[in-house]
């Protein structure tokens, strides 16, 4: 068995393989040439890496690495976060995942792995990854909170979860003025925010402009396509990163990231952001999180808990240490592949 990297020579084999392996159309786009491309192959994807496993001129198992550069302890620190990981399910060979795995983990200081399967569970844990905590997908739904045609809605909201409704108030509340948030699709090149003055909502451990790579990067998703919209809050402008998807998750919008203007707070962010998905008609506005303050703040104003993500870190033996999440490299959206999450359940 050898492995060798992904690269056009072999897209269509491995786009083959993982149509098979993840039981997908052959024409879906999580599995297209198209998509792999992107992902793997493209000038701003040059940090992320697939890796596949082959037998006799077969894939045996295939797995990828989108990469990020963080800031620890003042030193850059390359992390990666494994996503399609996946095996033969015609010709199945003992061992090849994990070998696949392996491989990918011994080229990086430090890899996450988040979500995912409970197949999965065991086998990272048997080549060293660890537990370490939960990753929080947070979504609400605006129409609960803007918008109640009538006043047996909202007696019924209020009765079923008083909690929740004043809540809801409370971002109501932050701009009941017509004027008091506006947003803007900005149509100019994200380079410009190189040098904006302001903190970083997600992605605080990440040097701007490796950080803003990434967002061109996203941009270009050929499915999902991720857009830049400003937001003026009492005069001064925040800009969000914001996906609006066109796929069975049509409807829901996510919050991939945000650099903040420093006289705005976490609440007013949040809270805005809930006031554009209701301007867009959506149903829900979600978000990704491992950041504690965050997930406090978005919970009282009425975000819930979608999906608790189990996350776990491997770390090689000169690597940082991490034993729980407030010691893990920043986990958001951004992070993983497709916005990193599946679609969410009724509870969201």
């Given at each position: 068995m050898n492995i060798r990297k992904l690269d056009n020579g072999n897209l269509k084999l491995c786009a083959d393989f993982l149509a098979v392996a993840k039981g997908a159309n052959i024409n879906s786009p999580s599995v297209s040439q198209e998509y792999l491309k992107w992902k793997y192959l493209s000038q701003e994807a040059d940090e992320n890496i697939c890796l596949l496993l082959e037998q006799d001129g077969e894939i045996c198992s295939i797995v990828g690495g989108i990469v990020w550069k963080y800031i620890v302890n003042g030193k850059e620190l390359q992390v990666c976060f494994p996503v399609d990981w996946y095996s033969s399910t015609k010709s199945p060979v003992k061992g090849a995942g994990r070998r696949i795995l392996k491989a990918l983990m011994d080229q990086f200081?430090?890899?996450?792995?988040?979500?995912?399967?409970?197949?999965?569970?065991?086998?990272?844990?048997?080549?060293?990854?660890?537990?370490?905590?939960?990753?929080?997908?947070?979504?609400?739904?605006?129409?609960?909170?803007?918008?109640?045609?009538?006043?047996?809605?909202?007696?019924?909201?209020?009765?079923?979860?008083?909690?929740?409704?004043?809540?809801?108030?409370?971002?109501?509340?932050?701009?009941?003025?017509?004027?008091?948030?506006?947003?803007?699709?900005?149509?100019?090149?994200?380079?410009?925010?190189?040098?904006?003055?302001?903190?970083?909502?997600?992605?605080?451990?990440?040097?701007?402009?490796?950080?803003?790579?990434?967002?061109?990067?996203?941009?270009?998703?050929?499915?999902?396509?991720?857009?830049?919209?400003?937001?003026?809050?009492?005069?001064?402008?925040?800009?969000?990163?914001?996906?609006?998807?066109?796929?069975?998750?049509?409807?829901?919008?996510?919050?991939?990231?945000?650099?903040?203007?420093?006289?705005?707070?976490?609440?007013?962010?949040?809270?805005?952001?809930?006031?554009?998905?209701?301007?867009?008609?959506?149903?829900?506005?979600?978000?990704?999180?491992?950041?504690?303050?965050?997930?406090?703040?978005?919970?009282?104003?009425?975000?819930?808990?979608?999906?608790?993500l189990r996350t776990q870190y491997y770390s090689l033996p000169d690597a940082p240490f991490c034993s729980d999440m407030r010691e893990c490299p920043d986990v958001f959206f951004l992070s993983g592949d497709e916005l990193m999450y599946r679609r969410p359940g009724k509870q969201c």
């Amino acid at each position: 068995m050898n492995i060798r990297k992904l690269d056009n020579g072999n897209l269509k084999l491995c786009a083959d393989f993982l149509a098979v392996a993840k039981g997908a159309n052959i024409n879906s786009p999580s599995v297209s040439q198209e998509y792999l491309k992107w992902k793997y192959l493209s000038q701003e994807a040059d940090e992320n890496i697939c890796l596949l496993l082959e037998q006799d001129g077969e894939i045996c198992s295939i797995v990828g690495g989108i990469v990020w550069k963080y800031i620890v302890n003042g030193k850059e620190l390359q992390v990666c976060f494994p996503v399609d990981w996946y095996s033969s399910t015609k010709s199945p060979v003992k061992g090849a995942g994990r070998r696949i795995l392996k491989a990918l983990m011994d080229q990086f200081p430090v890899s996450v792995a988040v979500g995912g399967t409970k197949i999965c569970f065991e086998p990272q844990i048997s080549v060293g990854f660890r537990d370490i905590g939960e990753v929080f997908l947070l979504g609400i739904e605006a129409n609960k909170i803007f918008g109640l045609r009538d006043l047996a809605r909202k007696t019924r909201n209020f009765i079923l979860n008083p909690v929740s409704y004043f809540q809801g108030l409370r971002v109501a509340d932050k701009f009941s003025s017509k004027n008091s948030v506006i947003f803007k699709n900005e149509e100019f090149s994200v380079d410009r925010l190189l040098d904006f003055k302001g903190w970083q909502f997600f992605s605080q451990n990440i040097e701007r402009s490796f950080l803003i790579r990434k967002w061109k990067h996203y941009m270009l998703q050929p499915y999902n396509h991720a857009k830049l919209v400003s937001v003026r809050l009492r005069g001064r402008l925040s800009y969000l990163f914001i996906s609006e998807f066109n796929d069975a998750r049509k409807g829901y919008i996510a919050l991939a990231d945000v650099l903040c203007d420093v006289t705005h707070s976490k609440e007013d962010i949040l809270a805005a952001f809930v006031v554009y998905t209701k301007f867009k008609s959506s149903k829900r506005a979600l978000f990704m999180t491992s950041d504690k303050n965050i997930f406090s703040t978005a919970f009282s104003l009425g975000y819930r808990i979608c999906d608790r993500l189990r996350t776990q870190y491997y770390s090689l033996p000169d690597a940082p240490f991490c034993s729980d999440m407030r010691e893990c490299p920043d986990v958001f959206f951004l992070s993983g592949d497709e916005l990193m999450y599946r679609r969410p359940g009724k509870q969201c």
